[in-house]
């Protein structure tokens, strides 16, 4: 059985700077990956299978398991793999599910994305990174910068990726509060679609310059996800009472992150979270490099 993690996706600044014609938002995110994430497992079997497991896969038990990002990714890479002239093998695909759902940290296109990576191993079917950068954004526009998998600037509607060397991790702590929030209605509550692009990230090259950088960028989606959903800004509160640095929404929400100045402070602060807030997601977790 050939497993593969799928990180959890943090956009630490989200700015909508635009919409196409055909209603596509234009986006500059500077988004990071965390060692926190869900995990695909693949192996050879006698038919397809799709299993769920973990603790956050009786969210998805009552969907239809034909709509899960990682059965698409499975039958997406095996289309493109059939108009080369291949048939590729049944497989039996497990996903741990560990990550909230509809949760703003891209737990479904991580999903994807490991799929994708996960059975071009096992069916040593390799077709190249465009055209598999192509497949993975007719899934969603988040799977293309999970399937990179490094912290990274995604412009355009999150397909024109740029690598980003922050050299450090960050330590943080990921609050969602059990609340769902739908990606396409907090676009429609956009206020403003015309916003300003990221601060120009020249010249940040430690920490403490990073999160003062960090702080005059935003998360445009946050005001119409917090108006949509209270206990977003209750999440929020609760990081800065547990001592962030700088707490924002991930995404479309409604996870937010707090970070910290070590990982010390970021375990104390979850374990205190946890305490005041038994009901909420909380997890303190690292950035990868």
Known sequence: MLKIDAPAKINLALHITGRRADGYHLIESLVVFAKLGDRVSVQQAERDMFRLEGPEAAALSGEDAGNNLVVRARDGLREM??????????????????????????????DAAATLKALCQLWDFHPGAGTLSKLSLELGADVPMCLDGRAL????????????NLGFGLDLVIVNPRVSVSTPAVFSALEKRDNAPLPD???????????????AARNDLQPPAQRMVPAIADCLSALELAGARL????????????????A??????????????????????????
Do not use: N, Y
């Not at 707490?247 to 070590?262: I, K, N, T, V």
């Open 247 to 262: 707490s924002r929404m991930s995404g479309s929400g409604a996870s937010c992150f707090g970070l910290f100045d070590s």
């Open 153 to 164: 600037i995604a412009r355009g509607i999150g397909e024109t990726l740029s690598p980003v």
């Open 81 to 110: 793999a059939r108009q080369s002239g291949l048939e590729l093998p049944p497989v039996e695909i497990c996903l741990d599910k560990r990550l909230p759902v509809a949760s703003g940290i891209g737990g479904g296109s991580a």
């Open 264 to 289: 010390e402070a970021a375990r104390k602060a979850a374990t205190r979270l946890q305490q005041d807030h038994p009901g909420w997601f909380v997890a303190a977790t690292k950035t990868t490099r």
């Open 201 to 215: 990230p020249d010249g940040v090259d430690d920490k403490d310059r990073f999160l003062e950088w960090l702080e």
